[in-house]
């Protein structure tokens, strides 16, 4: 058994907080003696009765003789006298913490009582977090489950008090951030301070009305919801709007600027204004619980996330189905809308949160934006040199190809900007773009020594068009040098070793601009403008990938999936698939938005045979390759793929981790630098399980989880793979599209 975390805990003030966090205490076995002092000996009494307490004070001077922590759960007001109080009787490692609102006066208390000098020890901090009923009955050992704690360490803060507070708090399962302690203030007088200000002054509002009765009778939910802070205590919120002031006044301040500007809009009726500023707040909520939803990425913390569970036993897959739109279209829809002339009217765009990401940075950069709404999206474009400098960094989530192509467009810009992404984006490589905007005259940084985000890009720089040689074959990398090339003087032209998905170049043409491709080389000029268009977002092909490869490995299999993106810079999986035999036919081929669609019929008639997969299809296949691993397990013989280094730096290196979960479910393969030997266990004629089932770590990468979720079909063991969370960025009704087809994955947080 580990030694506990503290010797000896010593809380001043039992309240709500102070007792939640010595029944987290107990029930994780973080120390074996807790003691309190309070003021009230009734709340002493309770405690005791509780178990809470070893043993209760009313002087703290008791309480904290031999104490390693020292908790402050009392009013922020009363800190400075408890220090002065205590301050001779602390060890010189004790670690000494507060649970209150504002921090900036904690800090002020005891540096009033220290001088600049202050304890090593000393780590304000405040659990966000509470509950309608106050006092040591009301505590709750899961009181900060699933809410924010933030820490503010000190300059004079030593590592280690700051470490065992993560740790503590990590324990009562709460999220830990930490941050300066004038940002805290800041940062909560806009969202914690400022509302309940606001609540309790439209309740005073009202109740001052002649008609209040009739007003709170029929108030509905909403009033409701909203009300609901202004019945906190008063004393308390007394004591912080005078404790955060300054912070608390600017706020008002931003707010009532922000008053202004819709009440103004309201009174000249601007229709298109007023739609622009909702439209923006509403995706924005949307945009922040994605944001709140993702957990503290922390080298040495296991992240809670979803995963998915397969069970064994013989499958069907049948159906007709429309996957949702191509995520790459889908980006440009945005990209390109935003900075064109007029209005674009975008059909089957993809609702999820990659594309969701670029759909929010350009409302971030005041372009007005209608929907999404059932795949529908109107933009209002602003012209090449309309986008408008963010408020702050624009977060792109998950999604590579917004942070590259972006990366182009923002170098062009007179404003400066900073992009950031989630932790799976924050360890993928940028240098590939930087280095040659760079030599285009950009002004842009990457971090660390791996260049990742965040990205930094300083504005105002005169862009020069280059003619670059595209080192490896990469559709972002030449997209985001074209995009820079909109605003550089001169011809902008890129080379590629072999051809990768050209829906820039096809975009661009359907927006009025002129590009040219001569064989790999592509090349337009500088300077030219956007025309607003229509735009219809073809199905993604690499959604489709996934059911037909559950379909080409599964006996009896039909499925049909209906509008699929055919552009032929795409279409490697339908070739690959082909060769190793698959039944598929593609049918009603037609032209929709500048790009070729078409239904694709998969039948699962005949065994799958392992191939060479040709390397003149690895660009045309790059997103796609984690589904054709599992076809290649499933086949007969051994499938060899060479030529595909970039499938090393995606969500993750998926060589790597699909040769993993492969090994995993009894699969013999071989991971090379640049793809791979799988042995596949197919057997002519036999439609047996080849996977063995296990666990297996998507490494928070989509196209990994949807992968070995379609291994399911084909398997004798139950597959439990980690980490599907991120599977909403590309494909959000995956599990229930592949429930209808007849593979039941099982979800769970």
């Known amino acids: 058994m580990s030694a506990p975390l503290f010797e000896k805990v010593a ?19 973080l120390t074996q003696n807790i003691v309190a002092s309070t003021r009230s000996e009734k709340t002493l009494q309770d405690a005791k009765a509780l178990g809470l307490i070893q043993q209760g004070y009313s002087d703290p001077v008791q309480a904290v003789q031999g104490a390693d922590l020292v908790v402050l759960a009392l009013p922020v007001r009363a800190t400075q006298k408890v220090l002065e109080t205590i301050k001779p009787y602390l060890q010189e490692h004790t670690i000494i913490t507060d649970v209150g609102s504002t921090k900036g006066n904690v800090v002020d208390a005891a540096k009033a009582v220290y001088g600049e000098a202050l304890p090593v020890g000393f780590v304000p901090g405040h659990p966000i977090a509470g509950a309608e009923h106050t006092g040591v009955h009301a505590g709750k050992v899961d009181l900060f489950a699933n809410h924010k704690v933030i820490l503010t360490p000190l300059p004079t803060s030593a590592d280690w008090a700051v470490e065992k507070l993560i740790q503590l708090w990590q324990a009562a399962k709460a999220e830990v951030i930490c941050m300066d302690v004038a940002k805290h203030d800041e940062v909560l007088a806009h969202t914690s301070h400022l509302p309940h200000l606001m609540a309790f002054n439209l309740v005073e509002q009202l109740a001052n009305r002649e008609d209040n009765l009739d007003i709170f009778r029929y108030a509905a939910g909403g009033f409701r919801d909203f009300s609901r802070i202004a019945a906190s205590d008063p004393q308390m919120w007394h004591d912080i709007f005078f404790a955060n002031k300054k912070a608390i006044l ?19 009726e601007d229709s298109h204004a007023l739609m622009g500023l909702l439209g923006h707040a509403q995706a924005a909520r949307q945009h922040f619980n994605h944001m709140l939803a993702q957990k503290p990425f922390m080298e040495n913390n296991k992240v809670t996330t979803q995963q998915f569970t397969i069970l064994p036993g013989k499958k069907s897959f049948q159906g007709k189905f429309s996957v949702p739109g191509d995520k790459s279209v889908s980006h440009r829809s945005i990209m390109f809308g935003a900075i064109a002339e007029g209005t674009t009217h975008v059909t089957g765009f993809l609702e999820g949160e990659d594309a969701l990401a670029t759909l929010q940075a350009f409302r971030d950069m005041g372009v007005s934006i209608e929907g999404p709404k059932n795949g529908e999206v109107t933009i209002h474009g602003v012209g090449v040199n309309g986008l408008k400098a963010p408020a702050s960094a624009l977060y792109m989530g998950n999604s590579g190809t917004s942070m590259r ?24 490589p940028m240098e590939r773009i930087a280095k040659p905007l760079r030599e285009m005259g950009a002004q842009i940084q990457t971090t660390g020594e791996r260049g990742t985000p965040p990205v930094s890009i300083t504005g105002n720089q005169a862009l020069q068009g280059i003619h670059y040689d595209l080192p490896m074959a990469s559709a972002q990398v030449k997209s985001g040098i074209l995009l820079a090339g909109l605003w550089a003087a001169g011809e902008t032209s890129v080379t590629e070793p072999e051809p990768t998905r050209d829906h820039t170049e096809r975009m661009l043409r359907a927006f009025g601009y ?4 001569e ?21 993604d092909i690499s959604s489709a990938a996934f059911f037909m490869v559950g379909a080409a490995i599964t006996e009896g299999s039909d499925v049909t999936l209906e509008a699929v993106g055919i552009n032929p810079t795409r279409t490697g999986v339908i070739e690959i698939l082909k060769q190793m035999g698959a039944n598929i036919t593609v049918e009603n081929e037609r032209i929709a938005g500048g790009e070729p669609i078409a239904d694709i019929r998969i039948q699962g008639t005949r065994t799958l045979k392992g191939i060479h997969m040709p390397e003149d299809q690895v660009p045309l296949a790059i997103d796609e390759f984690p589904a054709l691993f599992i076809a290649a397990a499933c086949a007969e013989g051994r499938t060899v793929l060479t030529g595909a280094a970039e499938l090393r730096v995606k969500e993750s290196d998926r060589i790597q981790v699909m040769a993993d979960g492969l090994k995993t479910m009894g699969i013999d393969c071989t991971p090379t630098d640049d793809g791979i030997i799988i042995q596949g266990k197919g057997k002519a004629g036999d439609w047996s399980a080849v996977f063995t089932g296990g666990e297996i770590e998507s490494h928070h990468d989509h196209r990994i989880a949807m992968s070995f979720s379609i291994a399911g079909l084909r398997t004798c063991g139950e597959i439990k793979i980690i980490g599907t969370e991120t599977v909403a960025t590309s494909f959000p009704t995956f599990t229930e599209l592949a429930g209808v087809a007849g593979l039941n994955i099982q979800v769970t947080e």
């Open 11 to 29: 809380f001043i003030g039992l309240g709500l907080i102070g007792s939640s966090l010595a029944r987290v205490m107990i029930a994780e076995g």
């Open 250 to 268: 600017n706020a008002v301040d931003g707010f009532e600027n922000q008053l202004a500007t819709i009440r103004k809009l309201i009174e000249d």
């Open 405 to 428: 192509l972006l990366s182009g467009m923002l170098s062009a810009q007179k404003f400066d900007s900073v992009m950031t992404g989630d932790a799976s984006l924050s360890k993928r």
């Open 514 to 517: 002129d590009v040219k491709t």
């Open 519 to 539: 064989g790999n080389r592509i090349s337009l000029q500088g300077g030219g403008k956007l025309v607003g268009t229509e735009i219809q977002v073809p199905s």
